[in-house]
């Protein structure tokens, strides 16, 4: 049996096994399993052990481990490197290897959307928890701007640092700048919510965007996807803003993992997508 697993804590929302099961059972790999698994922080060291010693084959990684398992990895491929996140892992010839799916995913749902441009934009990105620097590195080598916002300013001013050593690396000047929670920048064309605040139905950002009514051109994006619409996405929504939840992301992200795994690119099509409605 070739055993693959999702590790968080907490797991229990995880839809990761829906997507991988559904995917094993299309491409017929019968003697494939996809399970979740809670974990502790003093079980990372094992999981990867597992893996080396092939009684895992593959794991994504979830909040909040992603980078918390990096100590225990032999090597990283880029975008883990230059983010220090990781979200799945697979044994590669004797070693264990981190990947971050999520910046690929995450631009994948941008870019295959032709309503989406996102080139020479000013983004503003809410939060700096684990998924945070997936999303800004997909900007970095596109954007004119990226504004971070955090409630623990702290945080967003580690990603700045992060994230501008990316820069330094491509060439470019330093486009990155940290505001004050509660304060805005000038009008945005992408506005990014990485909180988890919106897990639960009722929770509330409590931002005011009034200053973006009636604007079509700009996109409210949503890295959750459960629930569908976040207050932040229907706040967005009534104001007549573009509205996007984390759905598509998640599904490319788990698209990039399996193919990793497996070798097989799995179609992302009708049912993969309605599992997750
Ligand atoms: P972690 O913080 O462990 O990385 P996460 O789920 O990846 O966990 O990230 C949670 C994000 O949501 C963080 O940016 C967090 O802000 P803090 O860094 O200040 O904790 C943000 N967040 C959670 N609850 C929030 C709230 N009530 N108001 C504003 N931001 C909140």
């Given at each position: 049996m070739k055993k693959y697993l999702v590790i968080g804590n907490p797991i229990g929302h995880s839809l990761s096994p829906l997507i991988h099961n559904h995917w094993m059972k299309k491409y017929c790999l019968v003697d494939s399993i996809y399970e979740k698994r809670k974990i502790e922080k003093k079980d990372l060291k094992n999981i990867v052990n597992e893996i080396r010693n092939e009684e895992i084959k593959g794991v994504n990684v979830t909040v909040p481990f992603k980078k918390e398992i990096i100590p225990f990895l032999d090597c990283l491929d880029g975008a883990a490197e230059s983010t220090h996140s990781v979200n799945t892992l697979c044994k590669v010839n004797n070693e264990v290897w981190g990947y971050n799916t999520d910046t690929p995913g995450f631009r994948t749902s941008l870019t295959k959307d032709p309503s989406i441009d996102i080139r020479n934009k000013n983004i503003f990105i809410l939060g700096a928890g684990g998924v945070t620097p997936s999303i800004i590195e997909t900007f970095?080598?596109?954007?004119?701007k990226i504004y971070i916002t955090n409630r623990t300013k702290e945080k967003a001013k580690e990603l700045k640092k992060l994230a501008d050593i990316s820069l330094t690396l491509m060439g470019r000047k330093k486009i990155i700048e940290v505001i004050n929670w509660g304060e805005k920048p000038k009008v945005c064309d992408i506005v990014i919510n990485t909180t988890s605040v919106g897990l639960t139905k009722?929770?509330?950002?409590?931002?005011?965007?009034?200053?973006?009514?009636?604007?079509?051109d700009v996109l409210f994006y949503d890295?959750?996807?459960?629930?569908?619409?976040?207050n932040f996405l229907k706040d967005a929504r009534l104001r007549g803003n573009k509205t996007l939840n984390g759905k598509m992301m998640f599904l490319w992200q788990a698209q990039i993992a399996f193919q990793i795994w497996t070798n097989i690119c799995p179609e992302i099509d009708d049912e993969a997508m309605k599992l997750l409605d």
């Amino acid at each position: 049996m070739k055993k693959y697993l999702v590790i968080g804590n907490p797991i229990g929302h995880s839809l990761s096994p829906l997507i991988h099961n559904h995917w094993m059972k299309k491409y017929c790999l019968v003697d494939s399993i996809y399970e979740k698994r809670k974990i502790e922080k003093k079980d990372l060291k094992n999981i990867v052990n597992e893996i080396r010693n092939e009684e895992i084959k593959g794991v994504n990684v979830t909040v909040p481990f992603k980078k918390e398992i990096i100590p225990f990895l032999d090597c990283l491929d880029g975008a883990a490197e230059s983010t220090h996140s990781v979200n799945t892992l697979c044994k590669v010839n004797n070693e264990v290897w981190g990947y971050n799916t999520d910046t690929p995913g995450f631009r994948t749902s941008l870019t295959k959307d032709p309503s989406i441009d996102i080139r020479n934009k000013n983004i503003f990105i809410l939060g700096a928890g684990g998924v945070t620097p997936s999303i800004i590195e997909t900007f970095l080598d596109v954007a004119n701007k990226i504004y971070i916002t955090n409630r623990t300013k702290e945080k967003a001013k580690e990603l700045k640092k992060l994230a501008d050593i990316s820069l330094t690396l491509m060439g470019r000047k330093k486009i990155i700048e940290v505001i004050n929670w509660g304060e805005k920048p000038k009008v945005c064309d992408i506005v990014i919510n990485t909180t988890s605040v919106g897990l639960t139905k009722d929770e509330n950002l409590d931002l005011n965007f009034k200053d973006y009514e009636n604007n079509n051109d700009v996109l409210f994006y949503d890295v959750i996807y459960n629930p569908k619409e976040t207050n932040f996405l229907k706040d967005a929504r009534l104001r007549g803003n573009k509205t996007l939840n984390g759905k598509m992301m998640f599904l490319w992200q788990a698209q990039i993992a399996f193919q990793i795994w497996t070798n097989i690119c799995p179609e992302i099509d009708d049912e993969a997508m309605k599992l997750l409605d």
